[in-house]
Structure formats: structure tokens, C-alpha cells
């Protein structure tokens, strides 16, 4: 019901005319090879997105003055996430997580996963964000859905805390890619040019998930690393025949100009292989 009523919502914005462009010609290429990158050619999403802020941090104090996702017309909003369960506090309770449309979009039903709106939260990963992008995968059974995240000087180019959701049909390398293991629940994608550290969902311990990725962000934002995450249904590490949720986590060179550069700018969706191409060649 959940993934219905989200895509329901989100046609009802396009045809309120709320989105920046049309996906309805979205042209996709799959490269031969291995990896099996895609490549869609949407070169609106250069052209009309917001222009980005520049960072010069991973961490950077949260200022109403510039663009944030309390500004967004009240029809970009697709609906809120509300508390349920008598297990989880008042204070959590009491908060507003929400479900953007993103009018710049990368595919179709893409969206924006905004814990707790209103406190201003500056861009970084927390408990509550993980837990809620684990919670929307959870919510969506159907494959292709897949989240990102970008840090601060890692492509981020609102300094609000969201992650992106979108749905991508055609399969990627990275649900399947051999990733080799370090220690306990810890692995690394151990690929020649694209090194991750990754966790899995194994069983359902969803709050030790948590603490790991928490862990992990929390480490590279005190160090100023910049950093991408990606969370996709794939196969288990262990037993391939097993479906799970994988997470990566890419460590980055911080990179300080515009998020809007000319050049092939690679953030989460490209380091998982889904690579939007903004000009015909």
C-alpha cells in the first residue's frame, strides 16, 4: 500500500505541473561490460535544477537564509511519516518526517526523505535518517528503489538533511559486486577502481544496521571526509541466493566549487553506476 500510494502522490504532482521538466522521454543505455553501467541522457536536470550552495566543510551550521526544504511549495510535499508505534518516545512522536517530491528528478518517483522538517538539521547522517531511509526501502517490496546520500563537500547541494529515494528498474552492479570481509559486520566493496566500506541487513537486526553506518558517518564527519551512501536491495554477502539491504559508504576527496560543475560530477548515483549524462555527444 505504502509504494501505491507514494507513486499515486507523485503523478499527482506531475500532472500539477509541480516538476522543473518532463522524465517522459528519459532515454537509458546500458554499457556492455561487467559492470553494466546506466546511462541516461537528462539534460534538464543541469540546466533547470536550483543552482547549488558551495561548502567548504562537511559540517556547516544550518542558515535559514539560504534554501531549505521548509520553503518548498506545500504541493511538493507528498505526505508525512507519522508515529505509530507506542514503543518509540513522544519526542519522536512529535516530530515531522516528510516525503518530497524532488522537481529536478533523476527518474521517475524520485523524492526526498527529510527527517524531523522543521528542526533544521544541517546535512549529515544521523540515527534518524538512517532509520528512516531503512524504513522507506522496507515500506517499497518491489526491487529498483534505491537511496542516496551526499556530505557536504561530497555533492550536497543543500545544506538541509535529506536523502534521495528514487526507483531505477534496470539492475546495477553494485547489488550483486563480491565485497570482501574485514572484520565482524564490516566489509568493503574490493573493487579496482570503486572501494566502499558496506554493511548489510542481516536478519532483521535493523538497529545494529544503524549503529554501524552511525558509527562509520560519524567517524567521517568529525575527520572532515567527505562521503556518499547508497542503500539498494541486493544479495546477501554470504549466501548469494538471499536477498538483503546494502549499504555503501564511499570515502571522498573534499571537493569545494559548485555542485553545478560542468564536469562529470560523482555522487552517490554515479558511484553505484546509475550515471545521468547531461549533453548529447
Not at 89 to 108: A, F, H, M, R
Not at 150 to 166: D, E, I, P, Y
Not at 206 to 217: F, G, M, Q, S, Y
Request: glycine residues 4%; aromatic residues 12%.
Amino acid at each position: 500500500q505504502f509504494e501505491k500510494i507514494l507513486k499515486e502522490k507523485w503523478n499527482e504532482a506531475t500532472d500539477f505541473g509541480l516538476f522543473k521538466y518532463s522524465l517522459k522521454n528519459l532515454k537509458s543505455k546500458v554499457t556492455v561490460g561487467r559492470k553494466q553501467f546506466v546511462l541516461q541522457l537528462n539534460e534538464k536536470r543541469f540546466s533547470e535544477r536550483r543552482i547549488p550552495y558551495t561548502y567548504n566543510s562537511c559540517i556547516v551550521p544550518f542558515d535559514d537564509k539560504e534554501f531549505n526544504f521548509n520553503k518548498v511549495l506545500p504541493g511538493e510535499i507528498l505526505f508525512e511519516f507519522k508515529c505509530a508505534s507506542k514503543d518509540i518516545t513522544v519526542s519522536k512522536c512529535g516530530e515531522t518526517d516528510v516525503v518530497l517530491i524532488n522537481n529536478s528528478p533523476l527518474e521517475k518517483f524520485h523524492v526526498l526523505l527529510i527527517p524531523a522538517i522543521t528542526q533544521c538539521t544541517n546535512q549529515k547522517i544521523t540515527k534518524e535518517l538512517i532509520e528512516m531511509c531503512l524504513n522507506f526501502i522496507l515500506l517499497c517490496p518491489s526491487k529498483g528503489w534505491r537511496i542516496g546520500f551526499n556530505s557536504l563537500c561530497g555533492f550536497a547541494s543543500v545544506n538541509h538533511q535529506h536523502a534521495h529515494a528514487w526507483k531505477l528498474k534496470l539492475p546495477l552492479f553494485i547489488e550483486s559486486a563480491p565485497v570482501l570481509h574485514v572484520k565482524d559486520d564490516f566489509y568493503i566493496l574490493n573493487d579496482s577502481s570503486n572501494h566502499a566500506i558496506a554493511f548489510q541487513l542481516d536478519g532483521d537486526n535493523v538497529t545494529k544496521l544503524i549503529r554501524h553506518v552511525c558509527d562509520c558517518a560519524i567517524y567521517l564527519q568529525n575527520n572532515e571526509i567527505p562521503h556518499n551512501l547508497f542503500i539498494t536491495r541486493g544479495s546477501h554477502f554470504n549466501f548469494p541466493l538471499r536477498s538483503t539491504i546494502r549499504i555503501f559508504i564511499w570515502l571522498r576527496k573534499k571537493f569545494v566549487a559548485s555542485a553545478q560543475s560542468k564536469g562529470f560530477n560523482v555522487a552517490c548515483a554515479e558511484l553505484a553506476g546509475h550515471i545521468p549524462v547531461y549533453g548529447k555527444m
